[in-house]
């Protein structure tokens, strides 16, 4: 059985960065995807980026280009998501999904919130004006 959990939410003024973490235990990371999506209290859950751990390649929303970043750590069996220049729009729960696939697995658009086995409990991010 695996898991996933996300660290590293926090309380952060308008214009601050802030880096959530992923830990995926379980299986390795050597081929995955991972996606992090976001939810604002009375709102959807939306994607915010995601990965393919097996060759890097990577998805932005409009919501998170040019201002988050996403990367994977294999050693760590972990995958980030920096946030800079984060806005108070960007508050709420993020939460982070991961599927074990394969290298040559076909997976549908990545913002599919039904392609992931699993999600974590979600970590709180807080943006001041």
């Known amino acids: 059985q695996w898991h996933v959990a996300e660290f590293g939410g926090g309380l952060v003024q308008s214009g601050g960065s802030l880096k959530l973490s992923c830990e995926v235990s379980g299986f390795t990371l050597d081929s995955a995807a991972i996606g992090w999506f976001r939810q604002a209290p009375g709102g959807e859950r939306e994607g915010v980026a995601c990965?393919?751990?097996?060759?890097?390649?990577?998805y932005y929303g409009n919501n998170a280009q040019g201002r988050f970043a996403i990367s994977s750590d294999k050693a760590k069996n972990t995958v980030y998501l920096q946030m800079d220049n984060l806005r108070p729009e960007d508050s709420g729960f993020y939460y982070c999904?991961?599927?074990?696939?394969?290298?040559?697995?076909?997976?549908?658009?990545?913002?599919?919130?039904?392609?992931?086995?699993?999600w974590g409990q979600g970590t709180q991010v807080t943006v001041s004006s």
């Open positions: 990965i393919r751990t097996a060759d890097s390649s990577t």
């Open positions: 999904a991961a599927l074990h696939i394969t290298p040559a697995t076909a997976t549908p658009f990545c913002f599919t919130l039904g392609m992931y086995d699993g």
